[in-house]
């Protein structure tokens, strides 16, 4: 409880009237303490001269022992003084001569005689204040203390005086606070009427419509309270407004909508009506319960954490299961957000049903799952087109070849001219069809694998000089010579590429040069910058036809689709390629003056290229007049046919007879297999120099007939080349991880198929002589000391399959050695490159190889290693290791020579 009002009113008026009465207040006590203090100080005097007075009178009656004359003068003083209550004569012995007391009742004096007092130890004059009274003590002296005279002055009236004074302010200060307090309570009744006007209008906001309080004239505090209360009047109606609207919004919402309260377990304390309908509960119901009661995946414990992750992050959306009234489970997605409001700790959940999107996601994955298949029957349906189109055209074209190596007339010999170049346009036509569905499927992969620049050169001089030259055009090479020599890419693509514009610049191209240029951009350890361009003199491009120039399908006029044929897919695949490769075709072209096609490509950089001299193919060499290569090199290229036996696979009489034809004309000796099978038998019968093995074969098809041979060790360097109508990377990839050396793509031509077969040939041979001179051992060495010579070896099983003859393992391992000794850097280049999986393929070839030689430790780190690469999470010490091994292994190989 306090005495403090509570109304404002009266606070007011305590507080306006309490500095005034507080200075009245000091003011009057200053004035009682002035007052009393200088009574005080005039009583003092007044006690002094008494005292002093009274000793004058009695020292010579004290000096002459005359006691009856003392009481005589104690008697005369205190008849004649007010104040005083007592008079005191003492002799040096403190012995009280005479002792006079006042009868407080009666005003009588008393005297009594003899009695023992205490006298001060010092003889001075000393005043004290005891008891309300002044005591002075005087010493009596006469040449030596003999006594004292002490006087007791009475304050009592000084005391009244100071009392009355107070009386007097308290009732000064009464009055005062009256007046006051009238007054203030008086002039505060205006004031008063509207601030509870004001509170009864504030008390009736809730049911305002952002009206106004008006008053004339006031305070400026109370117009400014005035102001402040209709601002909060019209700011708590646009507030109660929008809350309405949000409301409504909510409600109306078709997504359901909920606020649960953290500090009540959750409880549901709003939901809007698409909640109601999603839980199947009216809005009363759902308000008594809690939200874990319909979420099957939120006891109370998850949503807690759930809640302290909202609360930090403000909004969160994560998926849970809902259970309806009929029991169903729903997924939901739910947004949810913290709301701090008045300090309540809540969550407002927009949640979704997720059910539809689920079964539109099936259908759409259904949908894909159809495109696929489409995709994949669109696939197979091109290759076995592409087969069954090849087969006929490899029929057409070879044995046509075969008729113009015959004595014809002029006019017949012209007629098969004309059908051979039909054939071969119509193989470009369908090259270009397949590559162009590929692209367009995302089915082309751009493959890195080193090659040398010097074999692109010469595919595209010897693919375009003879066109070049019938058309009397100058094919030039501007080469430079700085670009290192043993790149890393798609050799393929980019030959590709490149010959797709030199054709197109041969084609539209009257007179003039064509000049293919090769530029140096940027250059480091590992990566080089390569600009490719192809100039020609030639009709040139109107500027409003560039656009059109990369559409599929399309030439920047129609009537060059008549006068020089084509698919207009040429640059669509070449820009298509080079996006694969990180770049895009440039053109630069005028009319009648000619175009310029350009590309840079981001090329790997070899290893190969450390320590050896390189050296590209220069102009000279490029640029002959002839276009071949020169004496020296043809004669490096050739290979001398006469007794080599080929065994041929395939099933097609057609085929087998083109095929036998052009490999006797090269003078080579021919057998024939129908299939796989009957090729495994005549391999056992006869010894060949290669086969040619086609794919698609009844009995047995040449994948596996391939594979069969390559089980049996006398077969593990007999080259095998496929013949196929399938073209795509995927079965070129698959043919080489069957075991084939090389592939021939149908139909055959015979320029390719020389080459091919001088390739593998060249390099059979040399496999068995290539090593600086032929591995031996001295006489004395039986197969223990060659146990000795290669450690990490099992020679046991290789002893097993070359009959004891150590000269035959000898050759194994010079092959072995002559073939993979570079391979080290070879797969530390391509890791270097990033390319994993072509550095598996080295390893794991290496790993078939070492195993059959029975280099088991060998063999062993490359199995270890090849694991780790197709995890592609090898770690470094597992290289340094296979490494080591793999130097160890090559050493101990080439230490059997020394």
């Not at 005891?130 to 000084?158: C, F, K, R």
């Not at 390739?759 to 031996?776: D, G, N, V």
Request: proline share 3%; glycine share 6%; with cysteine.
């Amino acid at each position: 409880m306090t005495i403090f009002p509570k109304t404002m009113i009266g606070r007011l008026a305590i507080i306006s009237i309490s500095p005034p009465l507080l200075c009245l207040l000091a003011l009057g006590l200053y004035v009682a303490f002035e007052q009393t203090q200088t009574a005080t100080d005039t009583a003092k005097n007044e006690a002094v001269l008494i005292t002093s007075g009274l000793s004058s009178s009695i020292l010579n009656p004290l000096v002459e022992s005359n006691y009856v004359a003392i009481d005589q003068v104690v008697n005369q003083v205190a008849s004649t003084t007010t104040h005083v209550d007592r008079i005191l004569v003492v002799n040096a012995r403190g012995l009280a001569i005479v002792d006079a007391h006042k009868n407080q009742l009666n005003g009588e004096w008393q005297l009594t005689h003899g009695q023992t007092v205490t006298i001060p130890e010092q003889a001075v004059a000393k005043q004290v204040l005891l008891n309300d009274h002044i005591v002075n003590w005087l010493p009596l002296t006469a040449g030596s203390s003999i006594g004292w005279v002490e006087t007791e002055y009475a304050l009592e009236q000084i005391y009244e005086a100071q009392q009355l004074v107070i009386r007097q302010t308290a009732l000064v200060l009464f009055m005062a606070s009256l007046l006051s307090i009238f007054f203030v309570l008086i002039t505060a009744q205006k004031p008063k009427r509207r601030i509870a006007e004001l509170v009864n209008f504030i008390d009736n906001f809730p049911k305002s419509n952002g009206e106004q309080i008006t008053f004339s004239g006031g305070s400026e505090e109370l117009r400014s309270m005035v102001n402040s209360v209709n601002t909060a009047s019209t700011s708590l109606y646009n507030n109660t407004q929008q809350l309405k609207i949000l409301q409504a919004l909510i409600e109306a919402s078709a997504d359901p909508f909920y606020i649960v309260d953290a500090e009540q377990s959750f409880r549901l304390t709003f939901v809007n009506d698409a909640a109601s309908q999603h839980f199947g509960y009216a809005k009363d119901i759902l308000l008594t319960t809690h939200i874990q009661d319909y979420d099957l995946e939120l006891d109370e414990q998850k949503i807690k954490d759930l809640f302290v992750i909202i609360k930090k992050q403000k909004n969160i959306t994560f998926t849970s299961k809902h259970r309806n009234v009929l029991g169903e489970i729903v997924p939901v997605k739910i947004n949810a957000n913290y709301i701090n409001i008045s300090n309540q700790k809540l969550v407002g959940g927009y949640f979704r049903d997720l059910r539809a999107d689920i079964e539109a996601e099936q259908q759409l994955l259904t949908a894909l799952e159809g495109a696929e298949q489409a995709a994949k029957s669109k696939g197979a349906f091109l290759t076995n087109m592409s087969h069954e189109i090849r087969t006929p055209m490899n029929g057409i074209l070879g044995l046509t070849e075969l008729a113009l190596h015959q004595e014809l007339s002029p006019k017949l010999s012209d007629y098969l001219q004309k059908i051979y170049s039909s054939g071969k346009s119509l193989l470009l036509i369908l090259n270009d069809i397949l590559d162009f569905s590929k692209l367009e499927a995302s089915g082309m992969h751009i493959e890195n694998q080193i090659f040398c620049l010097n074999d692109v050169l010469r595919n595209l001089r010897d693919l375009f000089s003879i066109s070049a030259e019938v058309k009397q055009l100058k094919l030039i090479f501007d080469i430079d010579t700085a670009a290192p020599l043993y790149l890393i890419g798609d050799a393929l693509r980019l030959t590709q590429i490149l010959a797709n514009l030199i054709s197109n610049a041969i084609k539209f191209t009257n007179q003039g040069t064509i000049t293919i240029k090769i530029e140096l951009k940027v250059l480091d350890n590992i990566k080089a910058l390569i600009a490719f361009s192809v100039k020609d003199t030639g009709l040139g491009i109107d500027a409003d036809d560039l656009a059109r120039l990369f559409q599929p399908f399309s030439q920047v006029d129609s009537s060059m689709t008549r006068r020089f044929g084509g698919t207009g897919l040429g640059l669509a695949i070449s820009q298509s390629l080079l996006k694969l490769m990180d770049s895009e075709l440039k053109v630069i072209s005028q009319p009648s003056l000619g175009s310029q096609f350009s590309f840079e490509v981001l090329l790997g950089v070899s290893s190969i290229n450390i320590g050896k001299e390189q050296k590209i193919l220069d102009e000279s060499a490029l640029n002959a007049e002839n276009f071949i290569l020169n004496d020296s090199e043809l004669n490096h290229n050739e290979v001398n046919f006469q007794g080599i036996s080929i065994l041929v696979v395939e099933d097609n009489n057609i085929n087998q007879k083109v095929v036998s034809e052009l490999l006797k004309l090269s003078g080579m000796s021919v057998v024939i297999a129908d299939n796989g099978q009957i090729a495994l038998e005549k391999l056992q019968q006869q010894a060949f120099d290669a086969v040619l093995m086609d794919i698609q074969m009844p009995v047995m098809d040449g994948l596996e007939a391939t594979r069969q041979i390559r089980l049996q060790p006398a077969f593990a360097k007999l080259p095998i080349i496929a013949l196929t109508a399938g073209v795509t990377i995927e079965e070129q990839a698959s043919y080489m991880a069957a075991g084939m050396n090389d592939f021939l793509p149908k139909p055959i031509n015979s320029e390719a198929l020389i080459n091919v077969l001088s390739r593998t040939i060249r390099a059979s041979q040399f496999s068995k002589t290539s090593l600086s001179e032929p591995l031996s051992l001295p006489d004395d060495k039986d197969w223990t000391d060659l146990a000795e010579a290669l450690p990490g070896f099992d020679l046991e099983n290789i002893k097993f399959i070359v009959g004891g003859q150590r000269e035959v393992l000898l050759s194994f391992l010079q092959e072995f050695y002559t073939e993979s000794k570079g391979e080290s850097l070879v797969v530390a280049d391509l890791l270097r490159q990033g390319d994993t999986q072509a550095a598996k393929r080295v390893v794991h070839t290496l790993k078939g190889v070492s195993g059959s030689l029975g280099a088991m430790q060998l063999h062993t780190a490359c199995d270890e290693f090849s694991h780790q690469l197709k995890l592609q999470c090898f770690e470094s010490a597992t290289l340094e290791h296979w490494q080591s091994v793999f130097e160890q292994t090559m050493s101990s190989i080439k230490a059997l020579n020394t």
